[in-house]
């Protein structure tokens, strides 16, 4: 159904060792496709956590100074390696902080059928920890 909203669970897998190791690499790469405005890349989430299970899911936030900027950047390299930008723009703003909703806001590149593997990827780019 082509307008089923209805969530769905995630796959959920058991533990890689070599998924840390992975997600450095595509950390590294994205680092390298992306300058200068990256101001880094860094491998977070289930995949970087060591004996985790895991929603297979690479979860890359690259830090920028100026996210409208980047975004305008980022989008033919990132599409160069399959992801393609999503309209999802807003970010959750965790517990306990007292930042405005608009510090964190967001641009997230998810991996598109293409991609290598398979594999579902994220490049978001979060301005608020550079």
Same mark, same amino acid.
């Given at each position: 159904m082509?307008?089923?909203?209805t969530?769905?669970?995630?796959?959920?897998a058991?533990?890689n060792l070599?998924?840390?190791t992975?997600g450095?690499v595509?950390?590294?790469?994205l680092?390298?496709a992306?300058?200068?405005?990256?101001?880094?890349a860094?491998?977070?989430g289930?995949?970087?956590?060591?004996?985790?299970?895991?929603?297979l899911t690479?979860?890359l936030?690259?830090?920028? @100074?100026?996210?409208?900027?980047a975004?305008?950047a980022?989008?033919q390299?990132l599409?160069?390696?399959?992801?393609?930008? @999503?309209?999802?723009r807003?970010?959750?703003v965790p517990?306990?902080?007292?930042d405005?909703?608009?510090s964190?806001?967001k641009?997230?590149w998810?991996a598109?059928?293409?991609?290598?593997r398979?594999r579902?990827?994220?490049?978001c780019?979060p301005?608020?920890f550079?």
């Amino acid at each position: 159904m082509a307008n089923d909203t209805t969530p769905t669970a995630p796959t959920m897998a058991d533990c890689n060792l070599a998924w840390k190791t992975r997600g450095i690499v595509i950390a590294t790469k994205l680092r390298a496709a992306l300058p200068p405005l990256t101001l880094r890349a860094d491998h977070i989430g289930s995949t970087a956590i060591p004996g985790m299970a895991t929603k297979l899911t690479f979860d890359l936030p690259i830090s920028v @100074s100026n996210l409208n900027e980047a975004a305008r950047a980022f989008d033919q390299p990132l599409a160069d390696r399959a992801f393609q930008r @999503s309209s999802y723009r807003k970010d959750y703003v965790p517990a306990g902080c007292d930042d405005a909703q608009a510090s964190w806001t967001k641009r997230l590149w998810n991996a598109t059928p293409q991609a290598p593997r398979g594999r579902h990827q994220r490049a978001c780019s979060p301005p608020r920890f550079s």
